[in-house]
Structures are given as structure tokens and as C-alpha cells.
């Protein structure tokens, strides 16, 4: 990601060109360093915690859903290859208001990776120097403690900030050795690991110690679905790599499939490299590894528990890449996420004051906002896995998209060039659509409340900014309702006692949950409508685009509530499961039906379609010509 920071977006002027300078190797290597960054260092301790020894399979089929939502990806990206794809497709192809809930989610999802790579960093220092107090453990979790370690976490984001605003250029080079140095040390780790395998850590109390469920739930909220959805990275900087024909499939796919290779051997090698003793836990008790001594470093405790002293002296490089690998990550979160907003001004979205650059290039006031709004993650004193579980739910929503995108490009753009071509899409675009929210319904309703608080407080810029900025709304009624809502939104999600309540109790004296829920959906519902009948035609055509969106979040929280990952576990496994992909394909229907062509879709593949003929007049080629 460190490409983005030194160079403005490509140029995309009249003549339809891009600068396509990144290679294959570059690009993959730069998704691969976003997804072996924090998630290396705790994901595997996390997994085993919910799934025991059954977390390898949980990686497995992580995979496997992120690599059926990647598909479509693939042709949506090399068709249209733009920088910061994930942002714009959605408004091309479902208008203003997906645009903006897709938009905000993956911004808001954004924010708070520069959060959990400084917290990362603290729990492994704090491991080993418990003298700083900076974790304390709470409800049987290790989070940061207050002031030491929130404190500390405020600082390194200042630290991350600094580098972003006076020294990016200085990192920018070095991106290709950290990447090497981040797929070596885990290697290395995974190798020493298995000179401390005991076999019986996989039969002590089952290999599914937690039951079916929490072989699902665990690629949900441990950190697996986070890490491997870095496969974004290549999307994202799509509009920038030379031939996207070859170079889009094959870097999502390798970006996926090599961190998951890795990523398996560690969990193999971790689960028979637990000390019991040394962890303080009796024999087979893998939840209780959450709140061990083992959680501030899980890989650095498996170490020195051996009695080798070659694997103790190799601790020690890996506490120095608990700094390294979360730390660089982390100030190259920071910048991307600047970026997010930078472009979410450029639509509209956000106030011309993100556009704002200084005097190296840097837009200052997005950085500055993306800082001070990340750090707001320290409040609720988070743990990694925590922050792991809203990030993933945030990214994972975000990356649905591509799958309505899809045929909804085919059905209005079906002469544009398509590089890559996904086969069967008919099947393979709604299976990734549903698997996707399954991932989201997996991540449990304590995850997902917090997601749907946030969203739907989010659409205020829509109505009070976004709508009028585009000429669809008066801006003093849109501003006025919006005042309205939001007072009486932060109220209801008051009464509610969900948000940022931890674990599966609402706060003392809160409302009953069907009271918050019906309250909370008449709320969206009522504002929504209001905002159609303020709205002109077009404004109209955009909310009408989008209403499918709100009814798949809507739908979803009372099927996580009563689901097997929520407070009621009504719902059995897989009950709840099947009800949320039901749900979530006749969604996926209705999205392709209302799907259209926003004139900026128009003019991104008349843009396109000017480049690939001019690409081919270069290499003699008669672009109208039929294809043999």
C-alpha cells in the first residue's frame, strides 16, 4: 500500500489513458503486506480459543468464501480498473445511497486498522514488559489499560500520523524488503513451532471442542476473515497495473492463497506447541486461552515455553517484528484511509475540506480527520480479537458489492472489453453475494450492532449533506430531518444498550430487544422515506437503488440476536445460518433488478472503451473487428 502514499491517483483525462506502471509482483506484494501485519501475530491463539484444534478447518473454509467473493472481483476490476475501486463501483451501478452506506462502511472499517495495529504492537510489548501497565484483563480479555496503554496507543497513532504528513517518501522504497521480512518470519516461526509439536493437544478434549458453530464463527471474529480480505489491495489499485488481463486475477487469487498457506502451518504448529503449564490453564481448555498469560504473545510464549534455546533466542526476532510488521502497517493504514476519504470528497460525499493537500502532496485534512477519529477505537478499551471482529464485518460488507455489480455492468455495458471473463456467473456471483453474508452473520450480533449503530447513524451526511450537494433535496428540510433523526437515533441506540456493550448483555435498565429492534428499523424506515419525499426523480431513482441495502442489515440483527452467535441462540446450527443466505439471496435478486446505469457509468466505460481502442490501434489491431 505504500505505492498509493507517493503518487498522486492516475490520470483518467480526456485522452482515457492510465499510468499502469505496477507490476504483478509489486501489486501481490503489496496486498500480501497488508494481510501479514497484526493478524499474524494473535489471529491463531484467537481461533483456537473459539474452534480449539478445529481452527484449521476454520482457515480452510475462510478461504474458500473469500476466494468466492474475490470472483467477481476480478471481472468487475479488470473491466473497469480504477484506484480506490472499492468505493466507486457501487455508486456507478446502485447510485447515490449505496454508494454512500458501502462508502462510509469500508471508511469506517479503514479507521480503525491503524487502531489495531498500535494495539497490537502495545500487547506484544506488553508481554514482555508487563512493567509498563499498558493491558489490563477484563471480562476475561486482555485490553488496554487506562491511562498507560490508551495513552500509548495515541501516541503511536500520532506516530503514524507524522510519518504520513512529513516522511511517506522516506518508507516508500523499503515496501518490497518489509513484505519479504513479513513472509519469512512467519515461516521461520511455523518451522521452530513444530519442534515443540505435541500430537495429544489435538485429542485432549476433542478436535471440535466447541461444536460445528464455532468452526464458523471463528473465521468471522478471530481475525481470519480479516486478514485474508486484504485481497482488496489488488482492486483497490487496479486502475494502476500493467496488463489487468493477467495481473488482476492472478494477484487476487495469490493474495489470498500464499497468506493462507502460511497461515494454516501456523495453526497447525501453534496447537501442538501449547504449553498447558506454562499458559496457566488446565489441559484442553482452549476458550480460557483468551484471558492466559499467552494472550499479549501467543507465538512469542509457544516459543520460550520450549526447552530449546534456539527457539527462546528466536523470540526475540519475533518481538522485534511485533513492532516492524504491525507499526509499518500501521502508518500505511493510516495514509490509505486518508485516501478513502480524499476520494469519498471527490464524489461528493465528504466536504471539499478533505481535498485539501500541503506541500507534499498530502491531503492534510483528511489525515488529520482519519487520526482523530481513530483514535476514538481506544475508547472502549478494545482487545485485538474485538477490533478484529468489527473490522472484518466492516470490510466484508463493503466487498459484497462486486457480485451486484457485476451483472448489472453486463446488462448496460455489454460490449465493454472484459479482460477477464468470470464463467458461470450466474451461479458463482450470488454464491459469493450469500457467503459474504453469512461472514457477516457469523461475526455474532455484539459485532454486528455496533456495525448497524454506526451505518444507519451514517446516513445523516446522506441526507443532510450528499442529496443536497447533488441537487436532489432542498438543503434546509434535508438538514432539518436529519438534525431529527439522528438526535432521536443516538437516543434509541441509548435505550437499546447494544452499542459498545461487551459481550451478550445489554445495559442495566435498556430496553427489551424486539422494542430496540422494531424501534430502530420504524426509525431508518421513517427517515428513508421521508428523504424519497423530499427528493426529486433522480433523487428518488437513487434511494429506490439502495433500499434493498438497509433491508439485508435490518433483516440481519434480529437473525443474529436469536441466531447461534447471539445472546437468545435460538436458532440452531445451521438454522440461523440457512435463514441469513435465504435472506440474503432474494436480496441479492432484487439488488441485480434495481441496479442501473448512473451517467458516470457512462462515462467511465465510454472512457474504457476509448482506451482499449486506442490500445489497440497501437498494436495494429482493429478494435471493431469481431473477435475469432
Not at 455489480?405 to 479482460?419: E, I, K, N, S
Request: with cysteine.
Amino acid at each position: 500500500m505504500t505505492q498509493s502514499l507517493q503518487a498522486a491517483p492516475p490520470d483518467e483525462g480526456a485522452d482515457g489513458k492510465l499510468r499502469r506502471t505496477m507490476t504483478l509482483q509489486q501489486v501481490l506484494f503489496l496486498a500480501i503486506s497488508g494481510q501479514i501485519g497484526s493478524g499474524w501475530l494473535f489471529a491463531v491463539l484467537t481461533a483456537a480459543g473459539i474452534a480449539g484444534p478445529a481452527a484449521i478447518f476454520s482457515w480452510l473454509i475462510g478461504g474458500a468464501i473469500i476466494t468466492l467473493i474475490a470472483l467477481a472481483w476480478m471481472e468487475v476490476g479488470a473491466a473497469l480498473p480504477r484506484s480506490g475501486a472499492i468505493v466507486r463501483y457501487p455508486y456507478l451501478t446502485h447510485g447515490g445511497l449505496t454508494g454512500w452506506i458501502m462508502g462510509f462502511t469500508y471508511w469506517v472499517g479503514n479507521l480503525s486498522l491503524p487502531a489495531i495495529e498500535a494495539l497490537a504492537v502495545l500487547t506484544y510489548l506488553s508481554g514482555s514488559f508487563p512493567e509498563l501497565g499498558l493491558l489490563e484483563v477484563k471480562d476475561g480479555v486482555s485490553v488496554l489499560a487506562w491511562p498507560g496503554g490508551i495513552l500509548a496507543g495515541i501516541a503511536l497513532m500520532a506516530f503514524f500520523y507524522a510519518v504520513n504528513i512529513f516522511g511517506v517518501r522516506l518508507l516508500s522504497e523499503a515496501n518490497r524488503w518489509v513484505t519479504w521480512w513479513k513472509i519469512l518470519v512467519p515461516i521461520a516461526t511455523f518451522l521452530l513451532l513444530f519442534f515443540t509439536f505435541n500430537s495429544s493437544n489435538f485429542t485432549v478434549s476433542g478436535f471440535f471442542p466447541g461444536g460445528g458453530g464455532s468452526v464458523f464463527e471463528t473465521v468471522a471474529i478471530s481475525g481470519i476473515a480479516f486478514t485474508l480480505t486484504s485481497f482488496r489491495g489488488v482492486i483497490d489499485f487496479s486502475g494502476e497495473v500493467v496488463n489487468p488481463k493477467r495481473t488482476i486475477p492472478l494477484g487476487t487469487i495469490g493474495c489470498i492463497l500464499i497468506p493462507l498457506a502460511i497461515y494454516v502451518a501456523l495453526q497447525v504448529a501453534f496447537v501442538g506447541a501449547v504449553s498447558w503449564a506454562d499458559a496457566g490453564v488446565g489441559a484442553g481448555d482452549w476458550t480460557a486461552l483468551a484471558g492466559s498469560s499467552w494472550a499479549d504473545g501467543p507465538l512469542v510464549h509457544a516459543l520460550r515455553a520450549s526447552s530449546l534455546a534456539a527457539l527462546g533466542a528466536f523470540a526475540t526476532v519475533l518481538l522485534i517484528d511485533a513492532v516492524i510488521s504491525p507499526g509499518a502497517s500501521g502508518y500505511v493504514f493510516l495514509g490509505v484511509t486518508a485516501r478513502v476519504g480524499f476520494g469519498l470528497s471527490i464524489h461528493g460525499y465528504f466536504p471539499k475540506a478533505f481535498q485539501k493537500t500541503n506541500k507534499h502532496g498530502v491531503p492534510w485534512v483528511a489525515t488529520v480527520v482519519s487520526f482523530v477519529v481513530g483514535c476514538l477505537f481506544f475508547a472502549p478499551s478494545p482487545s485485538w480479537s474485538r477490533l478484529a471482529g468489527f473490522i472484518s464485518t466492516a470490510m466484508v460488507l463493503s466487498a459484497l458489492m462486486a457480485a451486484v455489480c457485476l451483472p448489472v455492468m453486463r446488462r448496460h455495458a455489454p460490449d465493454l472489453p472484459r479482460p477477464f471473463v468470470l464463467r458461470r456467473a450466474g451461479f458463482w456471483a450470488p454464491a459469493g453475494f450469500c457467503a459474504a453474508a453469512a461472514l457477516i452473520y457469523w461475526a455474532g450480533f455484539e459485532t454486528l450492532v455496533n456495525i448497524t449503530v454506526l451505518v444507519f447513524g451514517g446516513l445523516v451526511v446522506y441526507g443532510a449533506h450528499y442529496g443536497p450537494f447533488r441537487g436532489w433535496t432542498d438543503r434546509r428540510p434535508g438538514v432539518v430531518v436529519s438534525v431529527v433523526y439522528i438526535v432521536a437515533w443516538c437516543w434509541v441506540s441509548e435505550r437499546g444498550g447494544w452499542f459498545l456493550a461487551a459481550g451478550d448483555e445489554a445495559a442495566a435498565g435498556s430496553w427489551p430487544f424486539p422494542v430496540y429492534c422494531a424501534a430502530s428499523a420504524a426509525l431508518v424506515a421513517a427517515y428513508v422515506a421521508v428523504l424519497w419525499l423530499l427528493s426529486d426523480v433522480e433523487g428518488r431513482k437513487h434511494i429506490n437503488s439502495g433500499l434493498w441495502l438497509v433491508v439485508l442489515l435490518l433483516g440481519t440483527l434480529p437473525l443474529s440476536y436469536y441466531g447461534e452467535f447471539g445472546p437468545e441462540k435460538a436458532l440452531g446450527f445451521p438454522g440461523g445460518t440457512l435463514l441469513e443466505m435465504a435472506l440474503a439471496l432474494a436480496v441479492y435478486y432484487w439488488a441485480v433488478a434495481v441496479g442501473f446505469a448512473t451517467e458516470e457509468f457512462h462515462e467511465a466505460v465510454a472512457l474504457e472503451m476509448r482506451r482499449a481502442a486506442a490500445e489497440a490501434e497501437a498494436e495494429g489491431v482493429d478494435a471493431a473487428a469481431p473477435a475469432k
